[in-house]
């Protein structure tokens, strides 16, 4: 078992590909993906929390986020029990939870004012006590109108009502935090960002997987300082 494993963290908006690319992440490269917990969030002692916040986020936002924040993290503490391998890939994190759609929620008035400052205490307490600092951010850039058309496409029940608005904004917040890096604590701002542009589906393209594929090993070898366990050669990968 590996103890000290180091985290990289896939972000991106609602219908960014991330499933995707993990997938291509697993071929590439020999690391432990944790998945976002929404299986938890789909069922509560059997009621569906997401679709609930969705359905009615001024009922729900408060509760959902932070349920959504401490669930992370508790499926990141167990894949630390059980991980192999030196490098882990998360898909989402604490951070934008907080900085995208936590912040979002506030400033679209889902959630109060004090629920806001709870939400803040309650996350500074367990991101201090129960995580470990992230080696690197891959940011799946993509433009809230194709996250809208694979959100579609996909069909997923609990996001049947999403607005593009929505997107649009968790975009903002998303450009905001990683790229320009507003109102974000000195702690995650100097860790690296490697930015994708996503806007093309990369699943059948093999020569923009490739090319993504060398900017991630370059991104973990020279940004994070990262000596990668890649177990395939990329001229034949996909």
């Known amino acids: 078992m590996v103890r000290e494993s180091k985290a990289i963290i896939v972000e991106g908006n609602i219908g960014a590909g991330k499933s995707t690319f993990l997938r291509l992440i697993n071929d590439l490269l020999d690391v432990q993906v944790v ?31 932070s349920y959504a924040f ?4 508790m499926a990141q503490e167990q894949a630390d029990k059980t991980t192999t391998t030196p490098l882990q890939i998360l898909e989402r994190s604490v951070y934008s939870d907080r900085y995208c759609f936590a912040k979002n929620a506030f400033e679209m008035g ?7 400052k709870l939400y803040k205490d309650w996350w500074a307490w367990f991101v201090t006590h129960y ?41 903002d917040k998303h450009e905001n935090w990683l790229i320009h890096k507003q109102g974000v604590d ?18 059948d393209n ?33």
Not at 230 to 238: N, P, V
């Open 110 to 116: 889902t959630m109060t004012s004090l629920e806001w």
């Open 70 to 73: 401490i669930t992370r993290i």
């Open 206 to 238: 093999p020569e923009l997987c490739k090319k993504y594929a060398q900017q991630i090993v370059d991104f973990f070898a020279f940004d994070c300082n990262l000596d990668l366990p890649i177990h395939k050669d990329l001229s034949l990968t996909l």
């Open 186 to 203: 000195d702690y995650i701002a100097n860790v690296p960002v490697l930015i994708l542009d996503c806007t093309q589906d990369f699943e």
């Open 35 to 65: 998945y976002e917990p929404h299986e938890q969030w789909q069922n509560v002692g059997g009621e569906n929390l997401l679709d609930s916040f969705y359905k009615d986020s001024n009922r729900w936002a408060y509760t959902f986020q």
């Open 131 to 171: 995580t470990k600092k992230p080696s690197g951010f891959i940011y799946l850039q993509t433009p809230p109108e194709v996250c809208y058309k694979r959100l579609l496409k996909r069909a997923r029940s609990e996001e049947s009502a999403v607005p593009l608005n929505y997107l649009s904004s968790l975009h």
